[in-house]
């Protein structure tokens, strides 16, 4: 796996933010708290967490338009991280509160989405003891670590946390996201070339428990 390195509360504005960097990928992700929820949202007692993905014109080789509204790429990837994220709280014990995930993906090299999702548990995690701190909640409303972790089976061989290069020539690309406890959360899995086995499909799912391990454990590193 490429190395990751987690820089925590690095802007003073939002209540949570995190910059992350796995292998040439970079990605600032940001948490900001509202006291209220959406209005379809209100009167439920409960709480929302939301998230939204872009990438500034720079990130990739060549520069490319600023998004004004969201591409279909971008929409599809920030309901991803939205509901891997949602799947960490315990939406009672936030209260009518909201946390906004933003993931601006600053250099891409392969697993920006999965990156964006490790990156913003982080941010959440970080909202969440804001809020406990300043009495906005009256617990920790945070009930699961979540991280997420590209593989792919690349000429023949299975690979973890591909970069763009190997991406490109991926046969079979997936992206796993996970609980602490190694639970699934969502698999997205693709025969981009050709099929893959059951085997196959098996063994990529263990090599991305393993680094989905290695990356939780990132993630309590820069908490403490």
Same mark, same amino acid.
């Given at each position: 796996?490429? +190395?990751?390195?987690?820089?925590?509360?690095?802007?003073?504005?939002?209540?949570?933010?995190?910059?992350?960097?796995?292998?040439?990928?970079? @990605?600032?992700?940001?948490?900001?708290?509202?006291?209220?929820?959406?209005?379809?949202? *209100?009167?439920?007692? /409960?709480?929302?967490?939301?998230?939204?993905?872009?990438?500034?014109?720079r990130?990739?080789?060549?520069?490319?338009?600023?998004?004004?509204?969201k591409?279909?790429?971008?929409?599809?990837?920030?309901? /991803?991280? !939205?509901?891997?994220?949602?799947?960490? @709280?315990?939406?009672?014990?936030?209260?009518?509160? *909201?946390?906004?995930?933003?993931?601006?993906?600053?250099?891409?090299? !392969?697993?920006?989405?999965?990156?964006?999702?490790?990156?913003?548990?982080?941010a /959440?995690?970080?909202?969440?003891?804001?809020? /406990?701190?300043? !009495?906005?909640?009256?617990?920790?409303?945070?009930?699961?670590?979540?991280?997420?972790?590209?593989?792919?089976?690349?000429?023949?061989?299975?690979?973890?946390?591909?970069?763009?290069?190997?991406?490109?020539?991926?046969?079979?690309?997936?992206?796993?996201? +996970?609980?602490? $406890?190694?639970?699934?959360?969502e698999?997205?899995?693709? !025969?981009?070339?050709s099929?893959? $086995?059951?085997? +196959?499909?098996?063994?990529?799912?263990?090599?991305?428990?393993?680094?989905?391990?290695?990356? +939780?454990?990132?993630?309590?590193e820069?908490?403490?």
């Amino acid at each position: 796996m490429r +190395q990751c390195r987690v820089y925590p509360h690095w802007t003073s504005n939002p209540e949570g933010s995190v910059l992350i960097e796995c292998g040439g990928t970079r @990605v600032l992700c940001t948490a900001s708290w509202e006291d209220q929820v959406p209005s379809w949202r *209100a009167g439920s007692g /409960l709480g929302w967490v939301t998230a939204e993905y872009a990438m500034i014109p720079r990130a990739t080789g060549t520069r490319n338009s600023r998004e004004g509204g969201k591409n279909s790429r971008s929409q599809e990837i920030s309901r /991803l991280i !939205g509901r891997s994220l949602r799947m960490a @709280v315990d939406f009672e014990a936030m209260g009518e509160c *909201a946390v906004y995930i933003d993931c601006d993906v600053l250099q891409a090299d !392969g697993g920006t989405r999965t990156a964006s999702i490790t990156g913003g548990w982080i941010a /959440l995690k970080e909202a969440a003891q804001w809020a /406990l701190k300043n !009495g906005r909640v009256a617990k920790d409303f945070i009930k699961h670590q979540i991280s997420a972790v590209s593989v792919g089976i690349v000429e023949g061989a299975e690979v973890l946390d591909l970069p763009y290069a190997e991406d490109c020539k991926a046969s079979t690309d997936m992206n796993v996201v +996970q609980t602490e $406890s190694g639970e699934f959360v969502e698999i997205q899995g693709t !025969g981009e070339r050709s099929p893959f $086995s059951s085997s +196959q499909l098996s063994f990529l799912l263990d090599l991305a428990s393993k680094g989905n391990k290695e990356l +939780q454990i990132k993630q309590r590193e820069a908490l403490a």
